[in-house]
């Protein structure tokens, strides 16, 4: 059973930057494709990234595009999400998910982390 913990959100002003981590423990991380997804209040769960398991494929929902960047290390168990030129409709709890096959259901999820951006 694969369990994923979310880190790194917080408050920060519109312009800012921060980045996410999801560590994994309990499954073969380097089998697993990644995606992060968020979801506003009154809003519905949206995607926002996802890679694949060796990390060299990565899309992203077109309002985040070149903005945000999702990267994955094999070696320490833990994929990033590296988010600038925050905005405040940025702001939503993100959530991190694995999958153990690409194009697949996303398996497992994270609790999730809040992220809001000051305007």
């Known amino acids: 059973q694969v369990q994923l913990v979310e880190s790194g959100g917080g408050l920060v002003q519109a312009g800012g930057s921060l980045r996410l981590s999801c560590a994994a423990s309990?499954?073969?991380?380097?089998?697993?494709?990644m995606g992060w997804f968020r979801q506003a209040p009154g809003k519905e769960r949206e995607f926002v990234a996802s890679?694949?398991?060796?990390?060299?494929?990565?899309f992203y929902a077109d309002n985040v595009k070149g903005r945000f960047t999702f990267s994955k290390d094999n070696a320490k168990n833990t994929a990033y999400l590296q988010m600038n030129s925050l905005k405040p409709e940025d702001s939503a709890v993100y959530y991190c998910?694995?999958?153990?096959?690409?194009?697949?259901?996303?398996?497992?999820w994270g609790q999730g982390t809040q992220v809001t951006v000051s305007s």
């Open positions: 998910a694995a999958r153990t096959s690409w194009g697949g259901e996303y398996e497992y």
């Open positions: 309990g499954g073969a991380f380097i089998n697993l494709s």
């Open positions: 890679i694949s398991w060796t990390g060299s494929s990565s």
